[in-house]
């Protein structure tokens, strides 16, 4: 099945600093997701983003699709920006339910 | 909108019980859902996935036998534990799809066995 790798595994980061989140794939895919894990375990959903570029406050994401990669980008990050973000991806459909891909996440830490 | 919720929230059980936990989705209906595990910072990894009124699609090294789901009607998906045991304890997300490739998120039931 696809392979999803994220990086890096753990970024600590002081409040107000900039942060690139990345994402490969191994294979090419229908969907791409970026979730925030919040401390309570909610997944909140971030972007869907199979290729393309999008931005949403001080969060923006992009994804190459051609060469297999997404960057999630956090700007002037908050306290509340931490918590473990997760790409998932699903990959070329295999019959009637896709399925999505989870990366094992990037545990992001912001301190005041 | 697109939202979806499971119950309970927590729930704690004795070893050779079995629990049930629902998944429903509030305001859009559900042709598939998903069921997740996820073990304490760990990924998130698929159970299985069930569509409305057929039998689900279990993934390899899953009981189906030990995991029960039924996917009664568009809105409500239910996974049951049956007798539980200790390992069986982790965090189980489900999720709702309304056809097209996005999966909507429930808060996650955290359980318990003792």
């Known amino acids: 099945g696809i392979q999803v790798e994220q990086s890096p595994p753990d970024l600590i980061l002081q409040e107000g600093a900039n942060s690139t989140l990345r994402c490969n794939f191994s294979?090419?895919?229908?969907?791409l997701q970026w979730f925030h894990q919040n401390p309570w375990g909610q997944l909140i959903n971030l972007f869907y983003?199979?290729?393309g570029t999008k931005q949403n406050g001080r969060l923006s994401a992009t994804t190459v699709a051609t060469e297999r990669y997404s960057l999630l980008y956090i700007s002037s990050s908050q306290t509340t920006d931490s918590g473990v973000y997760f790409c998932?991806?699903?990959?070329?459909?295999?019959?009637?339910?896709?399925?999505?891909?989870f990366g094992k996440g990037i545990t992001l830490s912001v301190r005041p | 909108g697109a939202v979806v919720s499971q119950h309970p929230s927590r729930v704690i059980c004795k070893s050779g019980t079995s629990v049930k936990i629902e998944c429903r989705s509030l305001?859009?209906?559900?042709?598939?859902m998903f069921w997740y595990r996820q073990f304490p910072k760990q990924s998130l990894m698929l159970m299985a996935t069930?569509?409305?009124?057929?039998?689900?699609?279990?993934e390899q090294g899953v009981e189906k036998d030990k995991f029960l789901i039924n996917h009664a009607s568009l809105t409500l998906s239910t996974l049951t534990v049956t007798s539980a045991h200790p390992e069986d304890s982790s965090f189980y997300i489900c999720?709702?799809?309304?056809?097209?490739?996005?999966?909507?998120f429930g808060p996650g039931t955290r359980l318990t066995v003792l």
């Open positions: 999720s709702a799809s309304p056809g097209e490739s996005h999966q909507y």
């Open positions: 294979d090419s895919v229908n969907n």
């Open positions: 983003i199979p290729s």
């Open positions: 998932a991806v699903e990959g070329p459909p295999t019959g009637a339910n896709s399925k999505l891909t």
């Open positions: 305001d859009f209906q559900a042709t598939t």
């Open positions: 069930s569509n409305e009124g057929s039998k689900a699609t279990y």
